[in-house]
């Protein structure tokens, strides 16, 4: 289970780093708060993937500590997915909807483990 959530992890990353040049695209000047999303979410995804990897050498696993943390970071990926007036643009670039749509099979993955 360790690894599947160190796999997924990496790949979420993978989409995070789409997502953040795709939000750039989108701002460009105009609005903070759309990038502001962007990083929050990618902040917390280290933050998980830092635990992840402690946990994995560590004794025992602190799985509350692990929830917390995977809820947090399902929270900021919520503001990201939720089509709202903020995210608009982002869901107008091209591939926007489908690395979100990616994202969220990632984090339904994690989420059942």
Same mark, same amino acid.
């Given at each position: 289970a360790a690894l599947f959530l160190v796999a997924s992890t990496v790949t979420l990353y993978y989409y995070s780093a789409t997502l953040s040049k795709k939000g750039l695209y989108a701002i460009a000047g105009t609005q903070e708060n759309? !990038?502001? !999303?962007? /990083? *929050?979410? !990618?902040? *917390?995804?280290a933050e998980f993937d830092t635990f992840v990897e %402690? %946990? !994995?050498? /560590?004794?025992?696993?602190d799985n509350d500590?692990? +929830?917390l943390r995977f809820e947090i970071l399902y929270s900021r990926f919520y503001v990201l997915e939720t089509v709202s007036e903020s995210t608009q643009p982002l869901y107008a670039e091209p591939g926007y909807p489908e690395v979100v749509k990616q994202m969220r099979l990632q984090?339904? +993955?994690i989420d059942r483990l």
């Open positions: 759309y !990038s502001w !999303s962007i /990083a *929050k979410f !990618s902040i *917390k995804l %402690q %946990q !994995s050498h /560590a004794p025992q696993v500590n692990l +929830r984090m339904d +993955r």
